[in-house]
């Protein structure tokens, strides 16, 4: 039931009918839903771990707001910066590298068939910095280690969007381990770079689709669907 529940939120989430900064309220949506809040906290939750969703101390839930800007500026610089440090890093890989290179695309690969979004970006994570792992360069790698940390939240949030996204990212870390194992170091970076670039333009169109799609909303939605009761049946069919 949550795990409907959260699929039905996401689906209001991504067509703009909730707004960023769109405060959900459990009790209200749980009437709405024909369902008890515990499933609704649980859809919440997972929600958060994908990146559609912020839980605050005294506010509770909200869609999480998005900065197109911010986005442009962090995979912009990961997409300049990683390159060169997987040209530095990669012909000093060990086999005890690829080993491990190959043990994190399978557990990505396994999160992904699982639908586990909240592992996502840390896999992701994990995945690009032990590539980078050998270039030597310590300032570069911290700096790419706060971005990455930085784009964790809206990795899964572009992950979460379509199954074929998830296909592509899966498939080009596989590449990225492998153009390294053959030595085209030239091909690894060229691919990294396409990659950080095609996640950035995935999210800025998702981004501006929903904003020029959004209604103006407000809490006041949630309540009145809440006193029709045919749209609660319908709502709820979906969720149980």
């Known amino acids: ?3 409907a529940a959260a699929d039905e939120l996401r689906r209001r989430i991504l067509s703009g009918e909730f707004p960023e900064g769109f405060q959900l309220k459990q009790e209200a949506l749980a009437e709405d839903f024909g369902i008890s809040r515990i499933p609704i906290r649980e859809a ?5 771990s994908e990146g559609f969703v912020k839980i605050l101390p005294h506010r509770g839930a909200l869609v999480a707001e ?3 800007t911010e986005i442009s500026e962090l995979f912009e610089l990961r997409a300049l910066l990683e390159p060169r440090l997987l040209r530095q890093s990669a012909p000093r890989l060990t086999a005890q590298d690829y080993a491990a290179l190959d043990r994190i695309n399978a557990e990505y690969r396994a999160e992904i ?6 592992r996502w970006g840390e896999l ?9 792992s050998r270039a030597e360069q310590p300032r570069t790698h911290a700096i790419v280690t706060a971005l990455l940390q930085n784009t964790e939240r809206y990795t899964r949030l572009q992950l979460s969007l379509t199954s074929r996204g998830r296909t ?13 194992r053959t030595g085209d170091v030239a091909a690894a970076c060229k691919l990294l770079a396409a990659h950080i670039q095609h996640a950035e333009e995935a999210l800025v169109t998702f981004i501006a689709a929903r904003t020029a799609a959004a209604p103006v909303r407000t809490e006041s939605v949630v309540r009145r669907n809440s006193r029709q009761p045919r749209a609660r049946r319908e709502t709820a069919s979906k969720v149980t």
């Open 66 to 68: 998005l900065s197109p």
């Open 44 to 48: 919440l939750v997972q929600l958060e």
């Open 168 to 180: 592509r990212a899966e498939k080009e870390h596989m590449t990225l381990v492998r153009l390294c």
């Open 113 to 118: 068939r699982a639908s586990n979004p909240g």
């Open 1 to 3: 039931m949550a795990l």
């Open 124 to 132: 992701n994570t994990k995945l690009h910095l032990h590539l980078m």
